[in-house]
């Protein structure tokens, strides 16, 4: 069984259009993240999600909203797409207890690309 | 100094190496402390977490030093499967999210 499912593992579309990636995990974790990996391979944390609750929100574009439906999903919409949000997109998800973090387990990536 | 910084590489070594990556951190007040590794168009995965006693998994060895806010991460007897992106993670000062490094590209070769 599939942690951290995420599709489409590869979304191509164009500028302006609107998109989103869902992500599901099935391992009880409290807490879900989104970060983006540019082409220099930098990891960015770009939300998290305690119980149904954002708790950290870092500087991203308001274009990029993210949506729980429950606390197994954490889906990542993002509206008029420009060139620079072609990236991958990685879920992940981990159990936090008092300020602790706990291993994170990442989903498979959702390889998006901008035309 | 930026929250979690890391010597890039590319480190390439021979089998049988020993390697070793340092990172510094910012925020004095870290608690949460890991190594995770990236292999290429893969997703991160955790290789171990850092003990403030440091600690030991088979050929890896991860030591936290406080005092200079560093972590490293030893490899002895490189195999090529080790071969990826070595990741330092450290928590972010308000306590709501890990902070990722930039990685350390290692290369083992026979």
């Known amino acids: 069984d599939t942690a951290v499912s995420q599709t489409p593992k590869y979304l191509v579309t164009q500028m302006g259009n609107d998109k989103s990636i869902k992500c599901e995990q099935n391992l009880g974790h409290d807490t879900m993240y989104w970060y983006k990996q540019d082409s220099k391979k930098f990891l960015k944390i770009m939300f998290s999600?305690?119980?149904?609750?954002?708790?950290i929100n870092e500087t991203v574009p308001n274009r990029f909203s993210p949506k729980s439906p429950d606390k197994a999903h954490l889906n990542l919409h993002i509206n008029s797409l420009e060139l620079g949000d072609s990236a991958v997109y990685f879920c992940?998800?981990?159990?936090?207890?008092?300020?602790?973090?706990?291993?994170?387990?990442f989903g498979p990536g959702t390889r998006l690309t901008v035309t | 100094r930026k929250e979690v910084e890391q010597d890039p590489g590319p480190f390439n070594v021979p089998e049988g190496a020993t390697v070793a990556f340092n990172c510094t951190y910012s925020?004095?007040?870290?608690?949460?402390f890991f190594w995770y590794r990236q292999d290429c168009r893969k997703e991160p995965k955790l290789l171990m977490s850092?003990?403030?006693s440091g600690n030991e998994d088979g050929r890896f060895t991860a030591q936290l030093n406080r005092a200079s806010q560093y972590i490293s991460l030893l490899i002895r007897d490189s195999k090529l499967s080790d071969s990826a992106t070595y990741l330092c993670?450290?928590?972010?000062?308000?306590?709501?999210?890990?902070?990722f490094g930039k990685g350390t590209t290692l290369s083992v070769s026979s």
């Open positions: 993670v450290v928590n972010n000062q308000a306590g709501t999210a890990l902070i």
């Open positions: 850092v003990y403030s």
């Open positions: 999600y305690n119980n149904k609750e954002l708790i």
């Open positions: 925020n004095s007040a870290s608690q949460s």
């Open positions: 992940a998800s981990s159990e936090t207890s008092g300020g602790l973090f706990y291993e994170q387990y």
